[in-house]
């Protein structure tokens, strides 16, 4: 190539599309473990330079010494929300402050971690808290409404603080932390009949520490069960007028699912409604006594539909059982049937707590920054 | 000779563009739309478009969906390392021809993954790529 400007403009073509599509996952949201190795614990002492105060994750920085040596660390703490419900707060630690930071460190080496304590000299600035609101010593009688049904939602409160965060199979006892990450991959087989292909993929996903998950990674909505899987947890919206309940979520990407209440005819197919399918599907609902049941189709595959990377497929047909049988319990049950990627029906089930006098948290993904 | 370079520098371009904007499968990693390449092909050309479904217990679909389609008679992926063999039969050039197509899913955690691997016929045989869209 003879025109030296001509082949500039390439080459400045080419490498932008190269690192654009290289550094766009490096920026994204993450799981913790997709990101940090938590066996290389280890505490940096610095100054403040900077507090980067945002979704989905805190950023402090510090510069830390080492001999004559100074390097700029970024210490990433948990959400605002999180940090604002153990007590800190955008001011809580300012430029010029010295910190001790204990952590975790970024797997590819770089002066990053992950920490969930920080302390000033000997004080505890701040630890992440258990945010678990109290139960109430008596059970409290589930709130009815004018027409004598269970109310699964009011003005004030919201459903969050899942019993489990892992969509096993009911009777299964595996160990999973809260991203939906196995203790042992060994026990992969036993989380719900997967066929040999979804097994595989399954447990690819998880030897990835979960990096690939498309809620963090592309902001994705966390479709079927795995909205009522999150500690921002979920509000329902019950519209008698026009005969459709919402539900309404604080995680993810704030997104909201409707079950139709009217008595229309399932849409959707079974085999994918390719002319539109969707991340909630389509949701059809009926009262049986004061049980709430859904049944669901026309799932996308854009997204996974459990913490940890459960595969499903276009088939998938949820029905669902919400029931409310005291004041501060949701039960919720699912049987899940997807001929594409598991070998029969299963079901899974667990609770949520009320968490009374507040409104659903509000955590964006949108931003897609780490 | 300039005009050769640009076009495989823009063919890179629009390939990796392509790449990124790739729409999102976490279903039965063969489903979707494929295209890329059967290198060397004289018969039935260089281009290659594959079609593939997943009905939960079989791969079926299209090669070249079109006037030169072919629809795949077999089409497996084994789990154990993601390698793919397809088998089809259809016309070339109005003359019947056969083709196993065996290659490995690479980037399988990738929207834009791919699979690698070889093609051959009664008329030939050469390398094989082609990239989910």
């Known amino acids: 190539m003879q025109n030296p400007r001509l082949k500039s403009l390439l080459a400045a073509a080419i490498t932008s599309a190269v690192l654009g599509w290289s550094s766009a996952p490096a920026l994204a949201h993450h799981p913790v473990q997709a990101k940090f190795d938590k066996a290389t614990e280890m505490s940096i002492t610095g100054v403040v330079t900077n507090v980067d105060w945002k979704n989905p994750h805190v950023h402090v920085f510090l510069n830390v010494k080492t001999g004559t040596a100074v390097a700029n660390w970024a210490v990433e703490l948990e959400s605002p929300l999180l940090l604002k419900g153990s007590g800190w707060s955008s001011t809580s630690v300012k430029p010029g402050d010295t910190l001790t930071v204990k952590g975790i460190r970024a797997r590819d080496g770089s002066r990053q971690l992950w920490s969930e304590s920080v302390s000033k000299g000997s004080t505890t600035l701040f630890a992440l808290k258990d945010l678990h609101p109290a139960v109430p010593a008596k059970k409290e009688p589930a709130p009815r409404g004018a027409d004598g049904k269970v109310m699964f939602g009011s003005a004030a409160g919201y459903w969050g603080f899942p019993s489990s965060y892992a969509l096993v199979e009911d009777g299964v006892k595996v160990k999973m932390d809260k991203y939906g990450q196995l203790a042992d991959l060994a026990d992969a087989a036993k989380v719900a009949p997967l066929q040999p292909w979804a097994l595989a993929l399954y447990k690819k996903r998880q030897q990835r520490d979960l990096r690939d998950d498309p809620m963090f990674l592309h902001c994705k909505p966390p479709g079927g069960p795995r909205e009522y899987q999150s500690d921002l947890g979920i509000k329902f919206v019950e519209d008698k007028v026009n005969q459709r309940v919402f539900i309404l979520m604080g995680s993810g990407n704030h997104n909201y699912r409707i079950i139709y209440m009217d008595g229309r005819e399932k849409v959707g197919s079974v085999t994918g409604d390719d002319d539109n399918p969707l991340y909630y599907g389509r949701a059809i609902g009926k009262w049986d006594g004061d049980a709430l049941l859904v049944t669901t189709k026309g799932f996308n595959e854009d997204f996974w539909m459990s913490n940890g990377g459960l595969p499903h497929t276009s088939s998938l047909v949820l029905t669902e059982r919400f029931a409310r049988p005291d004041m501060n319990t949701l039960q919720y049950q699912v049987s899940i049937d997807d001929r594409g990627a598991y070998t029969r029906p299963w079901t899974a089930s667990w609770t949520m707590q009320w968490v009374p006098d507040q409104e659903v948290p509000i955590h964006f993904c949108q931003d897609n920054r780490p | ?133």
């Open chain 2, 1 to 133: 000779m300039m005009s050769n370079i640009i076009r495989k520098a823009v063919l890179l371009v629009a390939g990796l563009l392509l790449a990124v904007s790739a729409g999102a499968q976490e279903g039965h990693p063969l489903k979707g739309s494929w295209i890329g390449e059967w290198k060397g092909n004289q018969a039935s050309g260089d281009f290659l478009f594959l079609v593939l479904d997943w009905d939960g217990k079989k791969v079926s679909g299209t090669i070249n969906p079109g006037t030169d389609d072919m629809v795949i008679k077999t089409a497996t992926l084994n789990p154990a390392d993601w390698t793919v063999h397809i088998e089809a039969d259809g016309k070339a050039k109005d003359k019947p021809v056969s083709y196993t197509l065996d290659g490995k899913i690479v980037n399988l955690e990738l929207p834009s993954r791919s699979i690698v691997g070889t093609w051959k016929s009664q008329n030939g045989s050469g390398a094989l790529e082609v990239v989910r869209q």
